[in-house]
């Protein structure tokens, strides 16, 4: 089987052409341009040790990432993915950690391996770039900035950039507008499944890569048309529409 396809039993049976022939490129944030897990992490225990509470692993708070920061301190918090922890709680421990996570935000976060030269070769294609993200844009920015990202994009789009974020396919729809496409001209490439739910809400096409987080799941699991496990691969199965 070739590894760049999605082997998902599971997902519904899509029929897709490769390579596939969209205008529009967009690509997720943590876990797919960007590896922040070690800054996410250490920024999560420097606030739990300023709460006089136990420390957690990395790889643990790596199954935390997905969902935006609010989510992310939260489970942190609770030690589960739907946990509610107490209102007073949150409410003191979130400005603690957008603290040290600002002050942390790029000290071990790098693209991952293939990422630069993907990105480069789809705008040299001609794509229409996005980054669609559910950090805010107090974070984002700096950090696109911080790894030499951030002029590659026409446009970004932060959590809190529009009123709703993914999973809501919102955001996709907006970038899909912004560039004058339809949805099924456009591509997602991510690494959780809240990017296949907003990828299909959105009527978008959705690759996924290997190596992101994706709250601990099996990138397998996810319903999307083809698995990659970079984003130079990604650029070899997609092929640019008049």
Do not use: W
């Not at 970004?156 to 339809?182: E, M, R, V, W, Y």
């Amino acid at each position: 089987m070739n590894p760049s396809l999605s082997s998902n039993v599971n997902a519904p049976a899509r029929k897709i052409e490769l390579p596939l022939a969209v205008k529009v490129i967009m690509i997720d944030l943590d876990g797919t341009l960007l590896d922040t897990a070690e800054d996410l992490a250490l920024s999560a225990n420097l606030m739990l040790k300023d709460l006089n509470m136990p420390e957690q692993s990395t790889a643990t708070i790596r199954s935390y990432i997905g969902k935006g920061i609010q989510k992310l301190v939260k489970r942190t918090l609770t030690g589960q993915l739907d946990g509610e922890p107490d209102a007073a709680l949150f409410a003191k421990a979130l400005p603690i950690y957008e603290q040290h996570y600002a002050n942390n935000l790029s000290r071990n976060t790098r693209p991952y391996p293939g990422v630069v030269e993907g990105v480069e070769a789809l705008q040299q294609a001609g794509f229409r770039l996005a980054c669609i993200t559910n950090k805010a844009e107090a974070f984002t920015l700096p950090l696109l900035r911080a790894t030499g990202l951030f002029d590659k994009f026409e446009i970004i789009l932060s959590g809190d950039s529009l009123p709703k974020k993914k999973p809501d396919p919102l955001p996709l729809t907006h970038i899909c507008k912004h560039f004058n496409a339809q949805p099924h001209e456009a591509l997602l490439i991510g690494d959780s499944l809240n990017d296949a739910i907003a990828a299909r809400a959105a009527g978008c096409h959705v690759f996924c890569v290997t190596y992101g987080y994706n709250e601990g799941r099996n990138v397998y699991e996810l319903d999307c048309d083809a698995i990659v496990e970079s984003l130079v691969d990604a650029s070899k199965l997609i092929t640019k529409l008049p």
